[in-house]
């Protein structure tokens, strides 16, 4: 491979003034790799610290701000909305541990909400001691964000977790959107914080039984976890002992505390492989072990469970079971050589993890696209029940799922049901029974569900590589309306998907989507191959080489919609990251499809940025992607990569684009390439092409808190209503 650069214009950016659209310098470097040539001419963006870059940047954001002035009342009128169905002060469900019941409250006008914790009554058992506990009463406040927060306003919580004895709490902050957060331990008695610090960690950590010892894990330079820490309370982090180490680069690591308080799961992982390392937390300082040794494509989750005839591991694996299924072994010698079946793999089901709890493991699957949980019982022999308890969402389109449950000794554990149209509630369920009752509904002023409407429609869908007479896949898509708009081809519509790593974007109550439905436009969520819908076939469907698929399954499920059930002439596209990849895929190649696209941190130069391993989200994410070093996998990504394939000048929708400086997933010069591309391919169209971008702290995910959120979805969505205007 070789780069050459050839001289071009100046390298500051351009302006005629926030009127104009600002006009990129044009450098061009040339890559050349099997035999191909690509010239990049915004290469030099990928230096973020050069102050061309940053004017650059500068001036996207000065005319975005200029262009969307005038949509201001419409988004303050959105944000309204919005704002009119968010609950001023809310309570979470509690959860009990031994001493204490820990729920978080958002105050009126706040924009986080505090953690919280009230003493349980003596004596409280397993099915009553929610009768105890008044949480009229002012709890003791563990953990309040707002008084984190600086000057920037970003704030993002990593992990709050509380010791075995109750008397410390561990908790993570980043104020800036990087993701490196700084971990600090409090004294939960005092109310103050110790001298102990961690300045870089990363999501997971473990408390050992005895809450002297925290286990935490670090990420390198490219963001990837590979350590795994040992820190006594007390002393200082330079003393910290690292503990596990993953050398190769296409592995992370987390951590698992179990619910039995028992073990610590130290799990290494990468897109289709996972190997376990089980730490004694009852022993902090003795080595880990490993539970079976890593072999490529098989994974395998483990869950610790105490029973009369032994501790035993109750493990998912994909091994001889492509939807998983579930195995069990002896915890003092888990070996693959050891394990039995518990349940087997059904048809029809995607296994995804196992909870235990004193006499019953709760299993988490997938059926017919939904989410849904089912209980069994736990023999005193260690083994299960064949048959289980269902516990379904009892809601259309819904999903459920475990609550914090952190109790092992309980035969009562809580759920949470959600589904684009009803409010989010939590039930307490006797998981001997399937009984439930429902214990607390998340609040919305002004809220009937009746007036909305959530249905699954299929699109077909042909597949890459198909034999010309084979049936096209069906694609699940979920539809949400009022029930006052009719599916009869005249609504404007919001099509959103993602598609990718096996991720499916479970349905729940969106105040921001409820004002869209409000003003007459359906919202549709296309649940395409590369996610996990469909179960693991789904995801392998529609990654590495078989990628077209999940673009080509989003403009089928667009088509689908315009056949009579919405307005196919004003449909917007909508993704974020692996899905702002989708949204340049389907702008280049079906630009007709749509009225705009919203592309919100969008990975786009994907051939580029997959060659380059000093960033983060590229060795580790090849089994995703493919990696281009490879010839076969070269040619698949350039075939798709939306840098590498703008579309024909002319006919292209409006393109709302949006990136972070310090968003450490997808790099802004990815967005700012392509946008400034975009502009020089069809200068005609690009007064058309907007650019938000974060220059201050931001994430990810756009800005935190629960207003400033909904500020900027507000402000997407006056974009997007513009656009569908008739």
């Known amino acids: 491979m070789s780069d050459t650069v050839s001289e071009g214009e100046s390298s500051v950016p351009a302006s005629d003034g926030p009127t104009r659209p600002p006009v990129a310098a044009r450098h061009e470097v040339v890559h050349e790799l099997h035999g191909d040539r690509r010239v990049d001419a915004y290469n030099w963006m990928r230096d973020t610290d050069d102050p061309e870059t940053l004017a650059y940047l500068a001036a996207e954001r000065a005319y975005y701000d200029a262009s969307t002035a005038s949509l201001g009342a419409d988004a303050a009128a ?20 031994d001493r204490y019941a820990y729920f978080t409250r958002t105050l009126p006008a706040a924009e986080y909400p505090q953690h919280c914790r009230i003493p349980l009554p003596d004596g409280a058992g397993d099915g009553d001691w929610r009768a105890g506990v008044d949480l009229s009463t002012e709890p003791q406040v563990i953990l309040d964000p707002a008084e984190l927060t600086d000057e920037s306003g970003y704030l993002d919580i990593g992990l709050t977790l509380v010791s075995p004895d109750e008397r410390l709490l561990a908790y993570s902050f980043d104020r800036t959107g990087d993701e490196v957060y700084r971990m600090r331990i409090r004294d939960l008695d005092t109310g103050r914080d110790l001298a102990d610090e961690l300045p870089r960690t990363y999501y997971t950590a473990g408390w050992s039984a005895d809450s002297s010892t925290l286990f935490y894990t670090v990420h390198d ?18 003393d910290d002992v690292m503990v596990f180490e993953e050398l190769d680069e296409r592995y992370g690591v987390e951590i698992e505390p179990s619910r039995s308080g028992d073990v610590i799961a130290i ?12 730490v004694d937390a009852h022993a902090p300082d003795q080595p880990p072990r490993c539970v079976e040794p890593r072999r490529k494509g098989v994974e395998y989750f483990v869950e610790h469970a105490r029973t009369p005839a032994g501790d035993r591991l109750f493990i998912v694996t994909n091994d001889g079971a492509e939807e998983y299924r579930l195995v069990s072994a002896p915890a003092d010698d888990p070996s693959a050589a050891n394990w039995s079946d518990a349940v087997p793999a059904l048809s029809g089901e995607r296994l995804y993890s196992a909870h235990a709890f004193d006499g019953h493991l709760v299993l988490s699957l997938r059926r017919d696209v939904r989410l849904t949980l089912r209980a069994h019982r736990l023999e005193d022999d260690g083994s299960i029940s064949a048959h289980g308890v269902e516990i379904a969402a009892q809601v259309d389109n819904g999903a459920v799922r475990l609550a914090d449950n952190e109790q092992y000794d309980t035969a009562t554990v809580t759920v949470y049901e959600d589904s684009y149209t009803t409010l989010r509630a939590w039930y307490d369920v006797e998981l001997g029974t399937g009984d439930r009752h429902l214990i607390h509904q998340t609040s919305a002023p002004a809220y009937d569900a009746s007036d909305y409407v959530s249905e699954l429609v299929w699109a077909p869908s042909p597949s890459r590589g198909q034999a010309t007479d084979a049936a096209p896949v069906e694609v699940p898509v979920t539809v949400v309306r009022r029930a006052d708009v009719p599916l009869d081809g005249t609504a404007p519509c919001l099509l959103y998907g993602y598609g990718a790593y096996e991720a499916c974007d ?4 969106d105040p921001g989507i409820i004002a869209l439905l409000d003003r007459g436009v359906v919202f549709a969520h296309a649940h395409i191959r590369g996610g996990g819908e469909g179960g693991r076939r789904w995801w392998l469907d529609g990654m590495m080489a078989r990628k077209q698929n999940t673009f080509t399954d989003h403009v089928a499920a667009a088509d689908r919609l315009a056949d009579g059930l919405v307005d196919g002439d004003r449909i917007v596209s909508r993704g974020l990251s692996a899905g702002g990849l989708l949204q340049g895929a389907v702008f280049s190649q079906a630009p007709d499809r749509w009225r705009g696209v919203i592309a919100e941190v969008a990975f786009v130069d994907v051939v580029t940025t997959m060659l380059d391993a000093s960033i983060p989200l590229t060795v580790n994410e090849w089994d995703e992607w493919g990696d281009p070093s490879r010839p076969d996998d070269y040619a698949w990504m350039l075939a798709y990569s939306p840098y590498d394939n703008p579309p024909p000048a002319g006919g292209r929708p409006d ?17 700012a390439k392509w946008v400034a591309l975009l502009r020089h391919t069809d200068p005609q169209w690009s007064p058309r092409c907007l650019f938000r971008v974060e220059l201050g702290a931001g994430a990810h995910v756009g800005p935190s808190g629960r207003y400033a959120h909904l500020r900027y979805e507000a402000d997407v969505y006056a974009w997007l209503l513009a656009r569908v205007a008739t």
Do not use: N
């Open 78 to 97: 959105l944000f309204a909305a919005m704002e009119a169905r968010v609950a001023p002060a809310e309570a979470s469900v509690a959860h009990r541990r």
């Open 221 to 238: 330079a490219i963001y990837r976890p590979h350590q795994v820490w040992r820190h006594r309370v007390g002393t200082p982090a330079d």
């Open 267 to 278: 799990g290494t992982y990468c897109r289709d492989t996972t190997e376990v390392w089980l």
């Open 506 to 509: 479970e349905p729940q109550f």
């Open 655 to 671: 393109l709302l684009v949006t990136g972070a400086l310090h968003d450490p997933r997808v790099m802004v010069f990815e967005p």
